[in-house]
């Protein structure tokens, strides 16, 4: 017996070596590709009004925006934000998120051997989180760009970047998942990730096993601030794409059909007499829209766009958006129990900026500043009204409310615009009212005390 158990431990030993041979070495990608990824520092200086940031985490405030503690209103010291990036061209074109550079009055890129340049913002766009900078250098070191489409679920991957600061810090994982959709994010298919990223690794390159660049770490799912094992990159092809247009014309044009659509389940398949789940059904079309122009027709169920099969809801929006402005696109359709071929001209969409202009940005009587909603991110949040808190000031600062809040109802009325929100208060005279507000995943009644 004894003898047996000696033989089995020296063949376990023989063993050992060929298996800790077969696990990644990224000291390769580290020494290779380290040196292109930098570390960005901004500065925005202090403002009255608006909200306090987190120190060395501006660039999450964002995403986790609807988890934050009610904010003062005073006179706020300059901030500063930390993140990632990693360098594109020789010259000095770096890449990193576009909320690690939003409303930075400076900022200051540091390369891997210590040398400091301020940057130059060339653009930015929050559709994709996607943002441009530039450095006066040259000869940079540069990164290789990769290929996700040939990434695998299951295949290791690298990051590096700048957790909480701590510069050139790298991370390993797999890929846990491919074309995630996240919530009010139509036009980024995320590589979901368990690699560690944190505060700080925003804008940082994920790295393929060929030391090729596949993503920009993004955001993380979190409950605390910090990693918990879900992180979500976007596809470099993605980037390169906003990328080439910001560098080009300064802006991005996305395509638009002007429709609104819903995943197609398993009852809504057998109801249409679709084979199996697939798919985006048209569940409104806008008036003079291009969408109504092709003669689309609510129900119809979008199975193909430009040669492109649609297999979820989530990939229309992605297709249209990549479709320059003006093309004419083949769709192919699902209705009335057979398929049909449409010919449809992109239109343009709105860019952020212009829709913004468009909305109510004057405070209403209880000091809110609120934007509408679309159709979609209602579905998306699992509301049939409300409209977004931008700013909270006044009567509305003292009870509570805060940016990133969401107004549903007015004393029990709903609200699904600026105008209604302000109509329902110059109503109520001088008295509480009753504000229904959705904040993260709860509901609560908040009571507001209006001044005459």
């Given at each position: 017996m004894?003898?047996?158990?000696?033989?089995?431990?020296?063949?376990?030993?023989?063993?050992?070596?060929?298996?800790?041979?077969?696990?990644?070495?990224?000291?390769?990608?580290v020494?290779?590709?380290g040196?292109a990824?930098?570390?960005?520092?901004?500065?925005?200086?202090?403002?009255?009004g608006?909200?306090?940031?987190?120190?060395?985490?501006?660039?999450?405030?964002?995403?986790?925006?609807r988890?934050?503690?009610?904010?003062?209103?005073g006179?706020?010291?300059?901030?500063?934000g930390?993140?990632?990036?990693?360098?594109?061209?020789?010259?000095?074109?770096?890449?990193?998120?576009?909320?690690?550079?939003?409303?930075?009055?400076e900022?200051?890129v540091?390369?891997?051997?210590?040398?400091?340049?301020?940057?130059?913002?060339?653009?930015?766009?929050?559709?994709?989180?996607?943002?441009?900078?530039k450095?006066?250098?040259?000869n940079?070191?540069?990164?290789?760009?990769g290929d996700?489409?040939?990434?695998?679920?299951?295949?290791?991957v690298l990051?590096?970047?700048?957790?909480?600061?701590?510069?050139n810090s790298?991370t390993?994982?797999?890929?846990?998942?491919?074309?995630?959709?996240?919530?009010?994010?139509n036009?980024?298919?995320?590589?979901?990730?368990?690699?560690?990223?944190?505060?700080?690794?925003?804008?940082?390159?994920?790295?393929?096993?060929?030391?090729?660049?596949?993503?920009?770490?993004s955001q993380?799912?979190?409950?605390?601030?910090?990693?918990m094992?879900l992180?979500?990159?976007?596809?470099?092809?993605?980037?390169?794409?906003?990328?080439?247009?910001?560098?080009g014309?300064?802006?991005?044009?996305?395509?638009?059909?002007?429709?609104?659509?819903?995943e197609?389940t398993?009852?809504l398949?057998?109801?249409?007499?679709?084979?199996?789940?697939?798919?985006?059904?048209?569940?409104?079309v806008?008036?003079?829209?291009?969408?109504?122009?092709?003669g689309?027709?609510?129900?119809?169920?979008?199975?193909?766009?430009?040669?492109?099969?649609?297999?979820?809801?989530?990939d229309?929006?992605?297709?249209?958006?990549?479709?320059?402005?003006?093309t004419?696109?083949?769709?192919?359709?699902?209705?009335?129990?057979?398929?049909?071929?449409?010919q449809?001209t992109?239109?343009?969409?709105?860019?952020?900026?212009?829709?913004?202009?468009?909305?109510?940005?004057?405070?209403?009587?209880?000091?809110?500043?609120?934007?509408?909603?679309?159709?979609?991110?209602?579905?998306?949040?699992?509301?049939?009204?409300?409209?977004?808190?931008?700013?909270?000031?006044?009567?509305?600062?003292?009870?509570?409310?805060?940016p990133?809040d969401?107004?549903?109802?007015?004393?029990?009325?709903?609200?699904?615009?600026?105008?209604?929100l302000?109509?329902?208060?110059n109503?109520?005279?001088?008295?509480?009212?009753?504000?229904?507000?959705?904040?993260?995943?709860?509901?609560?009644?908040?009571p507001?005390?209006?001044?005459?």
């Open positions: 004894q003898k047996w158990f000696w033989l089995s431990v020296c063949l376990l030993n023989l063993a050992w070596p060929a298996r800790a041979a077969d696990l990644p070495d990224f000291t390769g990608i020494d290779k590709q040196a990824v930098v570390n960005i520092t901004t500065t925005q200086e202090a403002r009255r608006g909200r306090q940031g987190m120190p060395g985490q501006d660039e999450m405030f964002e995403f986790f925006r988890f934050m503690p009610p904010e003062g209103r006179f706020m010291p300059p901030r500063q930390q993140g990632s990036g990693f360098i594109l061209s020789a010259d000095g074109y770096i890449m990193t998120n576009a909320h690690v550079v939003d409303g930075a009055d900022v200051v540091k390369l891997n051997d210590k040398r400091e340049f301020r940057a130059k913002v060339i653009g930015a766009d929050k559709r994709t989180d996607v943002a441009l900078i450095i006066e250098a040259q940079l070191p540069k990164v290789t760009i996700p489409d040939q990434l695998k679920v299951g295949e290791w990051a590096i970047g700048a957790p909480f600061g701590f510069e790298a390993a994982g797999i890929v846990s998942a491919k074309g995630r959709s996240l919530p009010q994010e036009y980024v298919p995320f590589i979901q990730t368990d690699v560690a990223v944190n505060p700080g690794n925003s804008g940082g390159p994920l790295f393929n096993l060929k030391g090729e660049v596949v993503g920009i770490n993380i799912i979190s409950r605390s601030g910090g990693y094992g992180s979500f990159a976007i596809p470099i092809d993605v980037a390169m794409d906003v990328a080439e247009q910001l560098k014309k300064g802006k991005i044009s996305r395509g638009r059909l002007g429709v609104l659509i819903q197609v398993a009852d398949a057998e109801s249409y007499g679709l084979d199996k789940p697939r798919g985006a059904l048209i569940a409104d806008e008036s003079d829209s291009p969408a109504e122009k092709a689309l027709q609510p129900g119809d169920i979008v199975l193909n766009f430009n040669g492109k099969p649609v297999a979820t809801s989530i229309l929006p992605r297709l249209v958006g990549a479709t320059k402005p003006g004419k696109a083949g769709m192919q359709v699902w209705r009335k129990g057979q398929t049909r071929d449409i449809i992109v239109a343009e969409l709105a860019d952020d900026k212009a829709v913004a202009d468009a909305g109510a940005k004057q405070a209403n009587r209880a000091g809110l500043v609120v934007s509408q909603l679309s159709a979609e991110q209602k579905r998306q949040l699992g509301i049939k009204a409300g409209v977004l808190v931008e700013d909270a000031s006044g009567a509305a600062a003292r009870a509570g409310i805060q990133g969401i107004i549903l109802a007015v004393s029990s009325r709903a609200v699904n615009s600026a105008h209604e302000a109509q329902l208060l109503q109520a005279g001088r008295k509480i009212v009753a504000l229904q507000v959705k904040r993260g995943e709860g509901v609560l009644i908040v507001l005390r209006l001044e005459p």
